[in-house]
């Protein structure tokens, strides 16, 4: 999608929600409902995000001089709240083929996340772990030979996982999903979500020594 994609997403997604109960929108999504100024906070990726009302614009709560929210995390927040039903986390990780609609979007979820993931952090052991406590994620024993969860959005986790390379098989990332995410976000913003994350643990890993 280009900037302007985005922005008019954002701008579609604004007006739908601000013709809707701010009451509930904040009970179905787990949002905190706010005053002053009026409109939501919630978590997204262990940090507050804020959305103003009535323009609905998204920022976050401690954001420093010169930061920008982009435009790309503001669609998916944006979109959560407006598909959120306050449906509980249904505690079943699955691959992104198996949310209904995946299997169409697959390739280009692995050439997005899944891929980078494996070539980041397939060939150095330990990195990825060390990425996820540098990120606030929590380790996952038994999952790949590496793994870290998060909950990117309120009752929303994501799982990525790592398999080392071997004599018969190159490395090989995934990234699971709690099932519940299906009935709240499209398959093109839950592409995005798990590659976000994916990115973002690139980015925690700069700095780290590789081993």
């Given amino acids: 999608?280009?900037?302007?994609?985005?922005?008019?997403?954002?701008?579609?997604?604004?007006?739908?929600?601000?013709?809707?109960?701010?009451?509930?929108?904040?009970?179905?999504?787990?949002?905190?409902?706010?005053?002053?100024?009026?409109?939501?906070?919630?978590?997204?990726?262990?940090?507050?995000?804020?959305?103003?009302?009535?323009?609905?614009?998204?920022?976050?709560?401690?954001?420093?001089?010169?930061?920008?929210?982009?435009?790309?995390?503001?669609?998916?927040?944006?979109h959560y709240l407006l598909g959120a039903k306050g449906l509980p986390p249904t505690g079943e990780m699955v691959s992104y083929r198996q949310i209904p609609g995946g299997e169409f979007y697959i390739k280009a979820f692995q050439s997005r996340a899944e891929a980078p993931l494996a070539k980041i952090f397939g060939p150095n052991p330990g990195l990825l772990t060390r990425a996820v406590a540098a990120l606030g994620g929590e380790a996952v024993p038994g999952h790949g030979d590496e793994a870290g969860r998060f909950r990117v959005l309120p009752g929303l986790d994501i799982i990525v996982l790592l398999h080392h390379q071997d004599e018969e098989f190159d490395s090989a990332g995934q990234v699971l999903f709690d099932r519940v995410i299906g009935s709240c976000l499209s398959?093109?913003?839950?592409?995005?979500?798990?590659?976000?994350?994916?990115?973002?643990?690139?980015g925690a890993s700069r700095g780290l020594p590789n081993n």
């Fill in 1 to 78: 999608m280009r900037v302007d994609d985005y922005k008019n997403a954002c701008r579609l997604a604004a007006e739908e929600l601000a013709g809707k109960d701010p009451a509930a929108v904040a009970a179905a999504a787990g949002a905190t409902l706010l005053s002053v100024p009026a409109g939501f906070q919630l978590n997204f990726f262990g940090r507050e995000a804020v959305v103003t009302a009535p323009e609905m614009s998204v920022s976050w709560r401690d954001q420093k001089a010169g930061e920008e929210f982009s435009l790309t995390d503001a669609v998916l927040v944006l």
């Fill in 187 to 202: 398959n093109e913003d839950i592409s995005w979500l798990g590659s976000a994350l994916v990115y973002r643990l690139m």
